[in-house]
């Protein structure tokens, strides 16, 4: 192969990478470096069943693709074997690999772009301990409930004590609507 025709082929890679970049809400960069074969695949597995595509490049082309994409910062941690995790939401390729990287100690979490944003190790942690969106959405719920509840309680408590003291319930007054209105 001539010298031209590798240089289109590395161009074309870098464009590849640059445009996983592009098109991923968040990217995450490990350096993997210590794990074995076996950790290797299950990392991958777990990558794969999360809905993250995870790659490993050549630094340099890592480099010219960050840089294309408008994260020069990322060259800083582009040492070492490294492997990137292109996600399209904010915070699962994040915490996928803080959770393999929590029992086992070889991998690296070095840093990540999340949302356009360049992040260190840790802010990219910071991101990797948020909340699922199934326990957020959960959270929201409750909280949202939660006045609701209190409300129907009291007014539980309202009626019980009438009929512990031997009260009529309160009705409620008839709600007039526009026909009725007209009617009269």
Known sequence: MSSATV???KKAKVQEIQEK???ATSVVLVDYR???VEEVT?????YREAGIEYKVYKNNMMRFAFAGAGFEGMSEFLKGPNGVAFCTDEVTAARVTKEFADTHDALELKAGVVAGELMDLAKITEIANLPTKEILLTRLVIALNSP???LARVAQAIADK???DGEAPVEAAPVETEEALDAE
């Open 162 to 164: 009438q009929a512990e």
């Open 34 to 36: 210590g794990l074995n």
């Open 21 to 23: 970049i592009e098109a």
């Open 148 to 150: 609701i509840a209190k």
């Open 7 to 9: 240089l289109e082929l």
């Open 42 to 46: 299950e990392l991958r597995s777990k």
